[in-house]
Structure formats: C-alpha cells, structure tokens
C-alpha cells in the first residue's frame, strides 16, 4: 500500500498532539486547515453531486419503468385481445362442427331407429308364428291327453263293472253255499233231535222225562226257525194279508226272528255301487240353473293340486273362481265328490244320468 504525502500530512494535522503544537510551529506555506476544510467542503460538493445524479438517475430508471409496465400493459391488452378473437373464432368453429355432428347424429339415431323397429316387426311376427305353432301342438297334446284320459276312464268303468259282476256272484255263491251248510245242519240237528227223543223215551217215562223231552224239543224248533230265517232271502218270504208266515210260532218268537232278519239285512245287503254314488251325491244336489258363477277369477300362477305351473292353455277356471291345470281337475272329476272344488267344496257341475264311478273312485 503506497502513501502519498498529502495523506501524510493530513493524518499528521490530525493527530491532537499535532494540533496542539501549531500554535506553536511556524508557517511554512498553505495552512493544512484550510485545506482540510476546502477537502471536506469538496467532498460534501462531490456527495451532493453524487446524490442528485443517483437520485436523477433513479428517476430516469422509475421513468423508464413506467415506461416499460405502460406498454407491458399496452401489449397484455392487444395479446388479450387477440386472444379474445382467436377464442371467438375457435368457438364459432367449434359450435359450427357441433352442429353438423348433431345433425349428424340425429341422422344416424333416425336410420338405427328404423332399423330397429324393423327388427322388432321381424321379431315379433317370428314370434307370433312360433306362439301359433306352440298352440297348436299343445291343444294337439291337450286332445290327445284327453282321448287317453277317456279311455282311461271307459277301462276303468269296465273293470269296475266286471268286479261289481264277479262280487255279487261270490256273494251269491257264499249265500248258497250258507243256506246248504243250514240246511245240512238243520238235517244233523233234526236226526240228532230224533235219535236223542228216541233214547229219552226208551230211557225215561216218567212225567220229568216227559217234560225234558218237551223243553228240549221246543229249543230245537226255536233254533230251526231262527236259522232258517237267517238263511232265506227277504223276496221269499210270503205276506198273507198283513202277517208274515211264521209256521205257527209264537209272537215272542216271530218278533225276535224279524228283528235278527232286519239286521242281517243291514248288514250283508249293502250294494257298494250305489253307495258310491250316494256318497258322491252328498251336499251336492244343485241343479244347472242353481250354481253359482264368480264374477272374478283368482290369480294363481301354481296349480293348487300338483303344484306345477300353469301355462296359457293347459289350465281351467272352476265356477267358484278357482284355477287348476286342465289334468288334475279331469281326474278329480271322475273321483268321487269330484262335482266339489278341491279347495272350496262349492259344486260347479252336474253329473250326467247314468254316470257310476270306477273302482279306484274313493282311492
């Protein structure tokens, strides 16, 4: 670092010592506070100077700031302007393509609408032809189940009057075979009787015998007439006037035998046919015009009896409202009560004259 003198000197004339010691020194030229002073007062000028250029050179910099913002703003403005233009220009565009692709669309919906419903005529008269087909076959399957049902029926009512048959000629042959069985023990009981009183009289005379022989011989009369009613049949019996034949018996006995015959009657003269058909008569005597008919049908979608589903034409609808399919209520029909709704028991029908039911009726 390189000292110049005047910075000597003017370190020097500051230093107090120094200061206090030129009163007393002698002058020699220029005096150093005068210079000290006209230094300051040059450097107060130079930082004045210095300070008003800075502060105009400040301005002038704000200046050209203002400046450069003015037409930074200026140019923001004109881009978004711009800006403002091309987005215009670019919505317009684009509302334009928007509506072409509408009409567009429109046109594309209009044709695949038109082609739908055309399919959907195509299906539907595919579907009718098959619907059309499927009736026919099931009312075909329906006619044919009805054929078989009836023959069904008609073999039954055969069988049944075959059985009927081979029943009453066994009751008939067991009805013989009982009055021949009476009538050999009857024979038994009569030479036995004879024998016996043959013995008796032989054996005893006396009037004890006598009496014994009598008691035993009424028993034996009482036991024949009682048999003999039981084995005859009600149509041999022979009304004279308004007394049955009785062979001379007494009243005691005569009420007793017609008692025995009424409920050997009761008993063994029951025809099972015909109780079938009383049976199927009971609670069940309306005529045609005397059944009810239901305004509405009960919806259902399950067959009550068998618990299948019931389609659009194997299915029948009951008077009383009822819905069943069409095999389950032809075969309650041709049971016994089968006139009565399974589930109401309300009657919705009238046999027919000469109607008998098959064997298997009350099964």
């Not at 055309?118 to 619907?131: G, H, L, S, T, Y």
């Amino acid at each position: 670092m390189y000292v110049t003198l005047n910075d000597l000197i003017m370190t020097t004339l500051q230093e107090p010592e120094y200061v206090t010691m030129t009163s007393f020194l002698p002058y020699y030229g220029e005096n150093p506070k005068e210079v000290a002073k006209q230094a300051k007062l040059q450097a107060r000028d130079q930082a004045k100077q210095a300070k008003l250029q800075a502060r105009d050179q400040a301005k002038q910099a704000k200046l050209q700031e203002r400046e450069q913002a003015k037409q930074a703003k200026l140019q923001e403005r004109e881009q978004a302007k711009q800006a403002n233009l091309q987005a215009r220009v670019q919505a317009k565009q684009a509302n334009l393509q928007a509506r072409v692709q509408a009409k567009q669309a429109k046109l594309q919906e209009r044709e695949q609408a038109k082609q739908a419903k055309v399919q959907e005529r195509d299906q539907a008269r595919v579907q009718a032809k098959q619907a059309k087909v499927q009736e026919r076959e099931a009312l075909r399957i329906r006619k044919e189940r009805v054929k078989e049902i009836k023959k069904q029926h008609q073999n039954q009512v055969k069988k049944t009057v075959v059985l009927f048959r081979l029943h009453r000629l066994r009751e008939r042959e067991i009805a013989h075979a009982r009055r021949v069985a009476a009538q050999h023990e009857r024979e038994t009981e009569e030479r036995r009787a004879r024998e016996a009183a043959a013995a008796l009289v032989a054996r005893e005379n006396t009037s004890r015998a006598r009496i014994e022989r009598e008691e035993r011989h009424m028993r034996r009369l009482r036991g024949m007439v009682l048999d003999a009613d039981l084995t005859d049949s009600p149509r041999t019996v022979i009304v004279l006037g308004d007394r049955e034949r009785t062979g001379g018996l007494p009243e005691r006995l005569v009420g007793r035998n017609r008692d025995r015959r009424r409920e050997y009657q009761h008993r063994g003269a029951v025809n099972p046919m015909q109780e079938l058909i009383n049976q199927d008569q009971t609670e069940c005597n309306k005529t045609r015009e005397e059944l009810t008919l239901a305004e509405n049908a009960f919806e259902v979608r399950d067959c009550p009896v068998c618990f299948d589903e019931l389609g659009n034409t194997n299915q029948m609808t009951l008077r009383c409202g009822h819905k069943f399919c069409g095999d389950c209520i032809m075969e309650h029909m041709q049971r016994v009560g089968g006139m009565k709704c399974p589930i109401c028991r309300e009657q919705y029908g009238v046999r027919v004259n000469g109607w008998a039911p098959p064997f298997n009726a009350n099964r």
